[in-house]
Nanobody
Framework: QVQLVESGGGLVQPGGSLRLACVAS????????LGWYRQAPGKQRDMAAR???????NYADSVKGRFTISKDNAKSTVYLQMDSLKVEDTGVYYC?????????WGQGTQVTVSS
């Protein structure tokens, strides 16, 4: 059974930091492209950051220089370090995994940036 379980969301003040984690199981983690997507209230779900099976990363322009995606294949875990958070970073953050044939989503974790 495939599972992607996110954690680390919460309430943080503008300028603060959060670290999200997504623990995966049920598929060959190291061979998949992994990502973090986010969905603000009333908006579509958009990519925030992705990391390929080889470790190549790419980021949405809105988070470049502030967010860092990484993974630990031994722990089947992908992380998103979020620094210098802004109010507009508020939303539900979803973990994502894809191969040529399959893609999987986590259940999401809420991130709220507010003073």
């Amino acid at each position: 059974q495939v599972q992607l379980v996110e954690s680390g969301g919460g309430l943080v003040q503008p300028g603060g930091s959060l670290r999200l984690a997504c623990v995966a199981s049920g598929f060959a983690f190291s061979t998949y492209t992994l990502g973090w997507y986010r969905q603000a209230p009333g908006k579509q779900r958009d990519m925030a950051a992705r990391i390929s099976s080889y470790g190549r990363t790419n980021y949405a322009d809105s988070v470049k220089g502030r967010f860092t995606i990484s993974k630990d294949n031994a722990k089947s875990t992908v992380y998103l370090q979020m620094d210098s958070l802004k109010v507009e970073d508020t939303g539900v953050y979803y973990c994502y995994a894809e191969s040529i044939f399959y893609h999987y989503w986590g259940q999401g974790t809420q991130v709220t940036v507010s003073s």
